[in-house]
């Protein structure tokens, strides 16, 4: 961003201060448009980024052995990979789904094994909603100098 910025700036660095702010403020308020816009016209329930992240695990998930433990725990075991899932409290012994707050291969498995959303079990941070929202506000034109 920081360069980004910079190169913005080569052709405004002579500018007043005034000036200067008010071509910064024109460029943020069209970035944050432009990422408005581009969050409200997501079709998946998570960004994109994160959905093409948790895809691929949907069909490594497939081959996992679950079992459940308790009615929000399960042992999920497939070849070497193996975890205990907790769904309620989102976590796994692998530790993935813990750092990440996106459902691991494991988590996934016994959310499958318990008919419980995948997606209730992201980062709400992840979500569309939340996308939309961190680009809901305006960036407003500074007012001018006799305001």
Known sequence: MVESLNNMLVNARDFSYVALL?????????????RRI?????????TPSRE?????????S????????????????????????DIFNKTCTCKEFDID??????????????????????????TKEYYVLAYGETIYPIGSQSQ
């Not at 008010?22 to 432009?34: H, R």
């Open 22 to 34: 008010d071509v910064i403020q024109e460029k943020m308020s069209k970035w944050w448009n432009d």
């Open 38 to 46: 581009v969050a409200m016209a997501i079709t998946t329930p998570l």
């Open 52 to 60: 093409s992240e948790l895809r691929p695990r949907f069909a490594q």
């Open 62 to 85: 497939n081959g996992q052995h679950t079992s459940q433990l308790n009615p929000v725990t399960y042992h999920v075991k497939g070849g070497e990979l193996k975890g205990v899932v």
């Open 101 to 126: 707050k996106l459902p691991c291969i494991h988590a996934v498995a016994a959310a499958h094994h318990a008919q419980v959303s995948v997606y209730s079990l992201v980062s709400p941070y992840y």
